[in-house]
Nanobody, 117 residues
Framework: EVQLVESGGGLVQPGGSLRLSCATS????????MSWVRQAPGKGLEWVSD????????SYADSVKGRFTISRDNAKNTLYLQMYSLKPEDTAVYYC??????????RGQGTQVTVSS
């Protein structure tokens, strides 16, 4: 059974930082591209970033480019999202997803990120 478990969310002030983690199991993580997506209150799912299996290629939505960094540790079957310079508009539930942009086959339960003073 594919399992994706996000953690690391919370309440942070504008300009602050957070690091999200996604622990995975039940599939060959080291061979799978992975993504982060988010859903803000009242809005649809938004792709944030993806990374290929070997970490040689990453992509970012324009809204987070230069502020967020996606990474992975294939030895630990874990995906990360380092977020800097957070803005109120980054407030959302963040999900990790198995697959690259638009090709997700599984998604975790999400972790809430709230950016507010």
């Amino acid at each position: 059974e594919v399992q994706l478990v996000e953690s690391g969310g919370g309440l942070v002030q504008p300009g602050g930082s957070l690091r999200l983690s996604c622990a995975t199991s039940g599939f060959a993580f080291r061979y799978s591209p992975m993504s982060w997506v988010r859903q803000a209150p009242g809005k649809g799912l938004e792709w944030v970033s993806d990374i290929n299996s070997g970490s040689s290629s990453t992509s970012y939505a324009d809204s987070v480019k230069g502020r967020f960094t996606i990474s992975r540790d294939n030895a630990k079957n874990t995906l990360y999202l380092q977020m800097y310079s957070l803005k109120p508009e980054d407030t959302a539930v963040y999900y990790c997803a198995k697959g690259s942009r638009g090709t997700y086959s599984a998604r975790g339960q999400g972790t809430q990120v709230t950016v507010s003073s």
